[in-house]
């Protein structure tokens, strides 16, 4: 089983509507999790960190996060063309003094004109 | 206000020549991490340093790859001897010394190409 996991997608939506992705993890006490947004040839771009269960809102994005059933997820409200690129899940590793960061292979986002 | 910085953002080298990558950190983040993307796959951990020291490098081959983060100066990741299997894009992220210093910010990225 993977560490964390994601759809590769593509996840196609049309412009307006709102985007769903999702990831789960498998260790349990994982505690910081976050979404990166990667455009083609780039490098990742941090857009939201989450720490406890519930929502956070950040513009048109919102981060859900469910420890009990080891899933975080990311809302996309009023997708835009600008939207379509590939969307990392990444949780903070366990054990020890380490903040390594392991990583999802990413959903990638087509938002469609 | 700089983000992190690294270079080079190309690099070819040929079958056993040494590659090194160098990375300087956000102002004021005394937390270097380095990370690998091969073709189609994810990225992956390799090392994370704090100045002259290496705190996790659990991520990282066991030959011919090494990392420093010396007192002055960039983090530099070295790769001995590379091969075709090095291609990838490395790229390295920091991190402040404060509350949730997991919070890792990246830079452009070296793109290797080892022929």
């Known amino acids: 089983q993977k560490e964390v996991e994601q759809n590769s997608g593509p996840l196609s939506v049309p412009e307006g509507a709102i985007a769903s992705l999702n990831c789960t993890y498998s260790d349990r006490v994982s505690q910081s999790f976050f979404w990166y947004r990667q455009y083609s040839g780039k490098s990742p771009e941090l857009i939201m960190s989450?720490?406890?269960?519930g929502d956070k809102e950040d513009g048109r994005f919102t981060a859900q996060l469910n420890k009990a059933s080891q899933y975080v997820s990311l809302l996309i409200r009023d997708s835009q063309p600008s939207d379509s690129a590939t969307y990392l899940c990444a949780v903070k590793g366990y054990g020890g003094a380490t903040n390594k960061l392991i990583f999802g292979t990413g959903t990638l986002l087509a938002v469609q004109p | 206000n700089a983000g992190v910085m690294q270079n080079p953002r190309h690099l070819v080298r040929r079958r056993g020549q040494e590659a090194r990558l160098r990375c300087s950190p956000m102002?004021?983040?005394?937390?270097v991490y380095w990370y690998r993307q091969l073709p189609e796959e994810g990225l992956k951990f390799m090392v994370y340093?704090?100045?002259?020291?290496?705190?996790?490098e659990s991520g990282m081959p066991k030959e011919r790859f090494s990392a420093e983060f010396p007192k002055e100066g960039p983090s530099i990741l070295r790769i001995q001897q590379v091969v075709r299997g090095d291609s990838a894009a490395y790229f390295c992220?920091?991190?402040?010394?404060?509350?949730?210093?997991?919070?890792?910010?990246f830079g452009p990225g070296t793109r290797l190409l080892v022929l």
């Open positions: 989450i720490y406890s269960n």
């Open positions: 992220a920091s991190s402040p010394q404060s509350n949730q210093p997991e919070t890792q910010y």
């Open positions: 340093l704090q100045k002259e020291n290496i705190i996790d």
């Open positions: 102002k004021g983040h005394s937390h």
